[in-house]
């Protein structure tokens, strides 16, 4: 089958619809729906007969994510509920002393300050930096380091501007700093190619729910072995132990991998679902998955630079970018551009003072320059 072929089965959207907002919700491809209606059927008519298979897929679905990301082993990653959860166990998990600093962007997404912000009572000061401030945002950010840094973290691809960051130059000051390198996925994992091992990262997470394709409340969480045991566990349960399932013993122990971190009964209709969608990614190819995605953004610069009423906003230097591309209309307020927008069917964002477009690797470029059509008609008020 071409990958055309298997676009098409796959997707099968509304056709009075332009999806262009996949860095927020995506939509899901045919055979995660088809692995949700399976599963439900299966609970309905049969229950938990097949428990043990479930926890077999559950199993295969960390290998997959561990491939994903080039983890070590599925053993490192831990299926928790959400980015802002991966970003607590690590936030809330390190044995911090007063003085101990932090240092995130001026560019991070609630979830990446909120956590960081809440460790003030403990004495630790965040350090916001401004990624303009320097020659380039990693400068910016390796300049606000000093002896005090425990954590550098950040967003691997800024929600709002769309700009990527360079983690292997971060990852390296990290490592050579003993600095804790933590980061926000989610914008990238399903978009690109990501290389836990080579950006040096001690911890990645990512909910499903946008460049995956899979629903909400299901995320990965990586930590470097050597790590696990210096994060302070917050949450007990039955399922974070060795040997989960022998439920006469009375002696326990943290689970020496990954699933340390998960307290309780698994996600399994949200595994199921992530697996089938992680399941196309890995047989597309994650190689083309991110070169069709930068075609498309590179269709998008093109066709926004064809008008002079638009300006585009985020960073067209290539590697400056992944799936994201905000811009804003120079006569017509963004508020009223995304309003015009959803109303014609151009499912897109407000974001970062303009509009934020995230096509991805399926999203045909006739449909892009329909939506621009529909950018440069919207009237002013």
Known sequence: MSLEQLIKREFQLDHELIYLNHA????????????????????????????????????ELRSMLATLINAPSGDDIALLKNTSEGLSVVAHGLDWQPGDNVVISDQEFPSNRIVWESLQRYGVTVRQVDLSSAATPELALIAACDAKTR????????????????????????????????????????AHQVDVQACQADFMMADGHKWMLAPEGLALFYCRADLREQLTLHQYGWHMVDHPHDFTRTEWLPAANGQR????????????????????????????????????????FALLQQHEQLEILSDMTGGRYAGIVTFRHRHVASDQLYTWLMEHGVMCAPRGGGIRFSP?????????????NLVVSCPAS
């Open 151 to 190: 954590v550098l973290a950040v967003s691997s691809v800024q929600f709002a501007s769309g700009l990527k960051m360079d983690l292997r130059v971060l990852g390296d000051h990290c490592r050579r700093h003993h600095i804790l390198f933590c980061v926000d996925a989610i914008q990238s994992i399903g």
């Open 261 to 300: 971190f998960e307290c309780g009964s698994p996600n399994m209709l949200h595994a199921h679902a992530l697996h089938a969608s992680i399941s196309l990614l890995l047989e597309v190819g994650m190689a083309t998955v991110e070169a069709r995605i930068l075609d498309n953004s590179d269709a998008l």
């Open 360 to 372: 991805h690797f399926y999203t045909a470029t006739a449909l892009l320059e329909k939506a621009i």
């Open 24 to 59: 927020a919700i995506a939509p899901w491809p045919t055979r995660t729906k088809l692995a949700v209606e399976r599963f439900a059927t299966e609970s309905a008519v049969q229950g938990s007969k097949h428990y043990l298979q479930w926890v077999r897929h559950e199993t």
